[in-house]
C-alpha cells in the first residue's frame, strides 16, 4: 500500500488515480497511524508553505513522516509537499520545515512571470532509480512562484528551479507534478512504487 497523505491541501485524487495507473495500491491517510502499514509515502501539495504545514502538524502527520523517513521508509513530496520537506521556507516570512532535505525554498528568480505555469524541460543532473526508463532532458509539468535553491541532493534542474528533483536517501521529491505530466510522469510514480517494494 502506497500512502498519500490527506492533510486538506492539494489535489490528492489525480495522485491517487496516477498511483492507480502504474499498479499500485493507494490510500488516503489522515491519521498518523495509518502511516505506519505503508510501503511508501506520497506527500501532496497546493498552495502556500505556512498554512499547509500547520494542517500537518496539528493532525500529527509531520512528526510521524519525519521518524518513518529517517527509518528509511521512502517519502516522495510532490510540489508544495516536496517544499515542506526541506529545512526552511521563505514565502511570506521565515518558516521552518520537516527538515528531511537540507536547504532553503526561495522565490523562483529570472522569470517573466509568476507563478510558472506550464511544460519544463528538466534535465537529469545525477543519477537516481527515479529516473529509470525517462530520457534526459524531458518535460515535466510545474505550476509554482517559490522553489528550493540549489541542493547538493539535486538529481534534476530546469530553467526555474535548480533542485527540480532531489533524491536523499529514501527521501525524494519533485517540484514537478508526475500526475500531469503524461507517461514520463507515470514513470516517477511507477519507479518510487518499485522502489517502496
Request: proline fraction near 6%; include cysteine.
Amino acid at each position: 500500500m502506497i500512502a498519500i497523505v490527506d492533510y486538506g491541501v492539494g489535489n490528492i485524487h489525480s495522485v491517487e488515480r496516477a498511483l492507480t495507473e502504474v499498479g499500485a495500491t493507494p490510500r488516503l491517510v489522515a491519521h498518523p497511524d495509518e502511516l505506519d502499514a505503508a510501503a511508501g509515502i506520497v506527500l501532496p501539495g497546493v498552495g502556500a508553505f505556512a498554512p499547509a504545514l500547520a494542517r500537518l502538524e496539528e493532525r500529527g502527520l509531520g512528526r510521524r513522516i519525519v521518524e518513518l523517513a529517517r527509518r528509511g521508509k521512502p517519502v516522495l513530496g510532490v510540489c508544495l509537499g516536496y517544499q515542506l520537506l526541506f529545512e526552511e521556507s521563505t514565502e511570506r516570512g521565515r518558516h521552518q520545515g520537516l527538515g528531511l532535505l537540507p536547504g532553503r525554498v526561495v522565490e523562483v528568480s529570472g522569470s517573466a512571470r509568476l507563478p510558472v505555469i506550464g511544460w519544463c524541460r528538466t534535465s537529469q543532473t545525477a543519477p537516481s532509480k527515479l529516473w529509470d526508463g525517462i530520457a534526459d532532458k524531458s518535460y515535466f509539468y510545474f505550476v509554482h512562484s517559490y522553489t528550493p535553491q540549489a541542493s547538493a541532493q539535486a538529481i534534476g534542474c530546469s530553467e526555474h528551479s535548480p533542485a527540480a528533483a532531489v533524491a536523499n536517501g529514501s527521501v525524494m521529491g519533485t517540484q514537478f507534478h508526475p500526475e500531469k505530466s503524461g507517461a514520463d510522469g507515470l514513470r516517477i510514480y511507477a519507479n518510487f512504487v518499485a522502489m517502496s517494494s
